[in-house]
């Protein structure tokens, strides 16, 4: 069976884009417009866009400071675990970035078959006359461009969501996607068993079960005999 967990705000309650914006002053910023796409306020490419855009000119090891401070949620890497060493193929669908799912996958010393997730493309950093700047060492500083690359800018978890069940052979009708936000309702609208993670007021009524820990999800894999 193919199970499909969002990232931020389902496996992780860290949020990649705040934790950014904590390293150049924008994170309330970020939380606002988070919050606005999360409750379908506003479209999730767009909100998208307008965070990453905050983040222009944001130093490259600054931002991999704020990777490495991602985390999954207590128990996370035990249900990871358990579902993989049932057989059953684990992928991460997230509009958030690689590089965060990477680092607390890492730290929390667990694997999944497959991550597809966004990037924050990076550039030398430019000086105010418009040239090339250097750092103490003579290297140019790399910095975040203030776009956003990747599969799921748009939001369209239900179409990968089709590409890994096409790649593992599984039948959709026999997946399983857990999410929080209004960018996973394609994915819970057309899977076989659609969890909510503490689902936001827009979301929940496109789940079939909800659940508020890992606790709860991990009993609700053995009562659905998936463990």
């Known amino acids: 069976m193919l199970v499909a ?15 950014l914006g904590n390293q150049n002053g924008t994170a309330e910023d ?3 417009i988070t919050e606005r796409a999360m409750n379908d306020e506003i479209e999730y490419a767009e909100s998208l866009r307008q965070r990453c855009a ?3 000119d944001l130093p490259d090891e600054q ?4 990777f490495d401070e991602v985390e999954l949620r207590p128990g996370a890497a035990e249900v990871i675990e358990a579902l993989r060493e049932a057989g059953h193929y684990v992928v991460i669908l ?4 690689e590089r965060g799912v990477e680092a607390a996958l890492a730290k929390a010393g667990v694997e999944v078959d497959a991550i597809v997730a966004n990037r924050l493309p990076v550039a030398d950093g430019k000086s105010e006359a418009g040239t090339a700047s250097e750092d ?3 290297q140019r500083p790399r910095v975040l461009t203030g776009t956003v690359e990747g599969p799921l800018i748009e939001g369209t978890k239900d179409d990968a969501l089709e590409v890994a069940t096409a790649i593992t052979g599984e039948d959709r009708a026999e997946t399983v996607a857990v999410g929080d936000g209004a960018n996973d309702l394609p994915m819970l609208e057309v899977a076989g068993l659609a969890v909510g993670f503490e689902p936001k007021p827009a979301v929940a009524p496109s789940c079939d079960v909800t659940v508020s820990t890992m606790d709860e999800l ?5 009562q659905k005999e998936m463990l």
């Open 30 to 32: 970020m939380a606002s």
């Open 63 to 66: 931002a991999q400071a704020a």
């Open 54 to 56: 905050l983040l222009e």
């Open 218 to 222: 991990y009993d609700l894999f053995e």
């Open 94 to 97: 997230t509009g958030g970035f």
């Open 5 to 19: 967990f969002d990232f931020d705000g389902t496996l992780s309650d860290s949020e990649m884009t705040v934790l």
């Open 136 to 138: 103490t060492s003579g």
